[in-house]
């Protein structure tokens, strides 16, 4: 039987994928019985000194998934977004609230038929900050609302769009990224690569000079005081290249990783290249983070800026071209503008009569079933029955 924590203590493991971790734990002295852990910062790890079981991505993937905690919400489901979308204003996570069911509604059609109709159950996220403090009658930020429906179909986009443009263009988009980081890094790494190689040098040479002193000071060549003076000067060189030479290391495997970052992202890009509908798997291997901005304007013009960063690459725009509009297009678009303003208005006169015929039907109906009250109970349960009929009807019908 395999227990949780047993799991997760595997999957952490960078045995898999081909390494060798020493020195994970260590005692106070030889004489301590009890062996402490050390802290991973300590470990000391070798590369590809296995065959890996799994591959770096996959293995990094899974590390990435077990930093967020994702409780299943009382639906049962864990969500995917959650710990990906964050306020582009205060920073903090946002949250995701989900309804079971919709608003249910009554309604009168203009014939004065009763119909119910159930809206959509609510799923969207809002600023955390906001909603927290809005629990205790405080304001703090803005509510950030967004559908996780909208937002869904942003991530879809934007990973149709990058993959369909990488693949056609990959030349241009490495090219791109290199000019954004990339290039200054391999100007960087070249300059870095000598100090390193000069430095070692000048580290080994001065191992020969101290070998040298130690000789001359044992065969009396060299008096103690000069001797002694000597080594230090020796030594302390030695101290601030080896502290250069490890910064300057850890700036090339930071380089190195960059490149190795496109390459990961090409990879991920050949293996969604037709894809039309989103996973949750997509989602953990696209989405680093999502920041959600501020909502501008109004009613049907209200738009929400979404910031998307994917992962290995940031935030990456697909060029579009930009081309003045022909004439005929313009008078096209300014048409289409206009049919749907008065589509808008058309709605908006018709759902104002709805709810104004609905008001009247639903006044009637109270005043008939005032006046009912006082009759028997049969009719009354004549009534509901009547009415579960009608609910069922209009169900069937929503
Ligand atoms: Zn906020």
Redesign the pocket.
């Known amino acids: 039987m395999w227990r949780g924590n047993q799991v997760t203590t595997l999957i952490a493991r960078p045995e898999y994928i081909g390494k060798t971790v020493n020195f994970r734990t260590f005692k106070n002295s030889y004489k301590d019985k009890k062996t402490k852990r050390a802290d991973k910062e300590d470990w000391v790890v070798f590369d590809d000194t296995q065959e890996p079981i799994v591959d770096e991505e996959t293995w990094l993937l899974a590390q990435k998934l077990r930093q967020n905690v994702r409780k299943a919400d009382p639906m049962g489901e864990p969500n995917v977004l959650t710990g990906k979308i964050y306020?582009?204003?205060?920073?903090?996570p946002?949250y995701n609230h989900r309804q079971r069911k919709g608003r249910e509604r009554i309604y009168y059609t203009t014939k004065g038929e009763k119909r119910i109709s159930h809206s959509n159950p609510a799923d969207c996220y809002e600023?955390?900050?906001?909603n927290l403090a809005y629990q205790k009658y405080d304001r703090?930020?803005?509510c950030?609302h967004i559908s996780t429906k909208a937002l869904k179909s942003i991530i879809l986009k934007t990973i149709q769009e990058t993959c369909h443009y990488v693949s056609l263009n990959e030349q241009e988009f490495v090219y791109s990224l290199q000019e954004e980081s990339a290039m200054k890094d391999i100007a960087v790494s070249e300059t870095v690569k000598k100090r390193i190689e000069r430095n070692q040098k000048r580290v080994h040479e001065l191992d020969m000079l101290i070998r040298k002193i130690y000789e001359d000071n044992v065969i009396g060549r060299l008096p103690d005081r000069l001797f002694q003076s000597m080594l230090t000067d020796y030594e302390n060189e030695q101290n601030e290249l080896n502290k250069i030479i490890e910064t300057d290391i850890a700036d090339m495997q930071r380089i190195i990783g960059g490149q190795n970052n496109v390459e990961r992202f090409l990879k991920l890009v050949k293996k969604y290249e037709n894809i039309t509908e989103l996973t949750p798997a997509m989602i953990n291997e696209f989405i680093d983070k999502i920041l959600v901005h501020?909502p501008q304007g109004k009613g049907a013009d209200r738009t929400t800026e979404v910031e998307i960063y994917l992962n290995y690459v940031g935030q990456f725009q697909v060029p579009v071209e930009q081309h003045e509009p022909t004439e005929e297009e313009r008078i096209a678009a300014e048409k289409e503008a206009e049919r749907l303003r008065r589509k808008r208005e058309s709605n908006r006169k018709y759902m104002k009569k709805i709810r104004e015929k609905s008001k009247e039907f639903a006044e009637h109906e109270r005043i008939a079933e005032e006046k009912s009250s006082d009759s028997n109970v049969c009719v009354e349960q004549n009534a509901t029955s009547k009415s579960n009929q009608q609910k069922m009807k209009g169900e069937k019908i929503a």
């Not at 306020?87 to 903090?92: I, V």
């Not at 600023?127 to 906001?130: A, E, K, R």
């Open positions: 306020c582009a204003d205060c920073g903090a946002m600023c955390s900050t906001y703090h930020c803005t950030h501020e």
